[in-house]
C-alpha cells in the first residue's frame, strides 16, 4: 500500500495531465483542416493547403533532376561496354589560336567547330556514320589528358575521360558557357557558339583541350571513344586587346609586333623617333637598319632583332606603290621603300638584273630623299595605273618643291662601283602576299658613313 501511495504521489495531477493535453501543439495539416472546416469552406481548405503542396512539388522536381543527372554519368549506373572501340568522335580541324575568355571557339579557319564518327579498324582511320542520331556533349579538359596521337592501338577508358574533365572554379560561373550539348545525325554535328569564362592559368599544367562525349542515354551498348584537342591556354580577354597580329598589316601600330610590348621600353623609344606603325618600322629597316638598331637600343638583343624583323616581313604589302618625280628620273616604290621600277634619263629599269647596273650610290640617294618626303609622293593602286601617271612625267613634276639631284651624267652606271650586299635588307628573301612579289625590287639603305644627320620624314 505504501508503494502504491508512493506511485500516486509521482504522477502529475489528473487536471494538469489534462491541461496539458489541451496545450499539445497540433501538426500543421491538421491546423490547416481544422481551421477550415471551423470556416466551413472547401475554398479555405484549397487556399491553406496550397502553399504546403508547392513546396511539395518543387522538392519533387528538385529530386528528380538531380536523380537524373547521377543516372546520366554515375559509373555505378552506366552500361560497360566492350573496349577497345574501333570507333571515335574526332574534331575536324584544329583550334583558332589564342583563345581569350568571352570569345567565340572556332576552328583555324575561323568557322564553328565540327565533329565527326571515324572508324578505326582499317589500317586507316575514316569517316563513319550512325543509323541513328546521337547527343554529344563539349567539355573541357585538363590540358595534361593525353593518349597519343589517333591511331588503332589509342585507347581510354570512359572513366580515365570523364576524370579529366575540369569543372568551375567554386564560385564561378560554369567553365564553358553556349551550345556544349549538339545532335549528330550521318556521323556530323556543327558546333555552335560556346566560349570559356575563366582563363586557364589555375590549372596545373596551366592548359585546358576541349572534349567531346556521347551522351550514354542517346546511344546504348555502343562504346564510342571521346575527342579531345590539342593542349591550349585559355587568356583573359583584356589580353586580347594587346595581342600580337599574325601577319601584321600596315597600318597595325609597331607594338602588334613580336618582342615590342605596348608601352614597354622598345614602343616608346621608337615612338620618340615618330615610328608609329608596322610602315614606319619597316621603311626605316630597309633604309637604314643600323639606325633602327641603334634606337631600340642595347636592349634589343641579336635573338630578339631577329625575332621581330621575321615577323615583321611576313606583313601584307597590299598593290599600292609610291611614285618619286625628279627632273630626269621617276623612281617607283613599295610602300616600305623598295625600288621596283625606275625611269633614269628616259631608260627604264623593270627588274632587280637592270636596276643593279645602276650606279648604286646614285640609287641610294634616291630612296633616301623619297623616305624623307615621303607625304609628298604619288600614291597609285597598282603598277598599272603607275605607268599610265608616268606618261605625264615629263609635263608634270608633282615633287618639284624637292632639293634637285646633279646632273644624271655623274651618277650613270658604273662597274667599278661596289655593289651593295643586298642579303642585309632581305629584299630576295622578303615573304609577302603582295600583288606583285618585293624580290623584284631592291632595297637600299644609307650607311653611316654616307649620311648627314639622321633620316627623318618630312613634316
Same mark, same amino acid.
Given at each position: ?31 490547416? /483542416?481544422?481551421? &477550415?472546416?471551423? %470556416? ?7 487556399? *491553406? ?41 574526332? #574534331? ?24 565527326? /564518327? ?25 590540358? =595534361? ?10 585507347? +581510354?577508358?570512359?572513366?580515365? #575521360? ?22 549528330? $545525325?550521318?556521323? #556530323?554535328?556543327?558546333?555552335? =557558339? ?13 592548359? #585546358? $583541350?576541349?572534349? &567531346? ?19 591550349? *591556354? ?20 609597331? +607594338? ?41 637600343? *642595347? ?18 604589302? %597590299? ?6 618625280? %625628279? ?8 610602300? @616600305? ?10 631608260? @627604264? ?22 623616305? /624623307? ?29 624637292? $632639293?634637285?639631284?646633279?646632273?644624271? =651624267? ?19 628573301? +622578303? ?29
Amino acid at each position: 500500500m505504501a508503494a502504491k501511495r508512493i506511485l500516486d504521489e509521482m504522477e502529475p495531477d489528473q487536471d494538469l495531465r489534462r491541461i496539458g493535453k489541451s496545450f499539445r501543439p497540433r501538426s500543421f495539416i491538421s491546423s490547416i /483542416i481544422g481551421e &477550415a472546416f471551423m %470556416g466551413n469552406s472547401l475554398q479555405n481548405i484549397c487556399t *491553406a493547403l496550397e502553399p504546403m503542396l508547392r513546396r511539395v512539388n518543387e522538392e519533387v522536381e528538385r529530386k528528380l533532376v538531380h536523380g537524373a543527372r547521377s543516372l546520366t554519368w554515375s559509373s555505378s549506373m552506366r552500361i560497360h561496354m566492350l573496349e577497345p572501340s574501333n570507333l571515335q568522335l574526332v #574534331f575536324g580541324k584544329n583550334l583558332s589560336l589564342p583563345i581569350f575568355t568571352g570569345a567565340k571557339i572556332g576552328d583555324a579557319e575561323n568557322n564553328p567547330l565540327q565533329l565527326f /564518327i571515324v572508324d578505326k579498324s582499317g589500317d586507316e582511320a575514316v569517316h563513319t556514320t550512325l543509323p541513328y542520331q546521337i547527343q554529344v556533349e563539349i567539355v573541357v579538359l585538363d590540358g =595534361d589528358f593525353s593518349h597519343g596521337e589517333l591511331t588503332n592501338s589509342t585507347t +581510354w577508358s570512359m572513366e580515365e #575521360f570523364n576524370n579529366s574533365v575540369v569543372k568551375e572554379r567554386k564560385g564561378k560561373r560554369p567553365l564553358l558557357i553556349g551550345e556544349v550539348l549538339v545532335t549528330m $545525325r550521318d556521323g #556530323f554535328a556543327g558546333v555552335g =557558339d560556346i566560349e570559356f569564362t575563366d582563363n586557364s592559368s589555375w590549372v596545373r599544367g596551366k592548359k #585546358f $583541350r576541349l572534349g &567531346a562525349r556521347v551522351v550514354p542515354s542517346s546511344c546504348p551498348g555502343v562504346r564510342i571513344l571521346e575527342a579531345f584537342t590539342e593542349p591550349f *591556354a585559355v587568356k583573359d580577354h583584356r589580353g586580347e586587346l594587346y595581342k600580337k597580329h599574325h601577319p601584321p598589316m600596315l597600318n597595325d601600330y609597331v +607594338w602588334r609586333l613580336e618582342k615590342i610590348s605596348k608601352d614597354g621600353a622598345f614602343h616608346k623609344r621608337l615612338a620618340s623617333k615618330h615610328i608609329n606603325t608596322v610602315q614606319e618600322f619597316l621603311q626605316l629597316f630597309i633604309v637604314d637598319p643600323p639606325k633602327l638598331r641603334r634606337i631600340l637600343g *642595347a636592349g634589343m638583343s641579336h635573338k630578339k632583332w631577329e625575332a621581330v624583323i621575321k615577323h615583321a616581313r611576313t606583313c601584307i604589302m %597590299g598593290n599600292k606603290v609610291y611614285i618619286f618625280h %625628279g627632273s630626269h628620273f621617276t623612281v617607283t616604290m613599295n610602300p @616600305i621603300c623598295q625600288v621596283v621600277r625606275a625611269v633614269i634619263n628616259g631608260q @627604264i629599269y623593270a627588274n632587280n638584273q637592270e636596276l643593279s647596273s645602276v650606279n648604286q650610290a646614285y640609287v641610294k640617294n634616291l630612296v633616301r630623299e623619297a623616305y /624623307i618626303n615621303w607625304g609628298s609622293l604619288e600614291e597609285a593602286d597598282d603598277l598599272l595605273s603607275e605607268t599610265a601617271l608616268l606618261t605625264q612625267a615629263g609635263e608634270q613634276c608633282p615633287n618639284h618643291h624637292l $632639293r634637285p639631284f646633279q646632273q644624271l =651624267d655623274e651618277y650613270l652606271p658604273d662597274k667599278t662601283m661596289d655593289i651593295i650586299n643586298y642579303s642585309d635588307v632581305g629584299s630576295s628573301n +622578303w615573304q609577302t602576299n603582295s600583288t606583285y612579289h618585293v624580290d623584284s625590287g631592291i632595297g637600299y639603305y644609307i650607311m653611316d658613313s654616307t649620311v648627314n644627320g639622321d633620316l627623318a620624314h618630312a613634316s
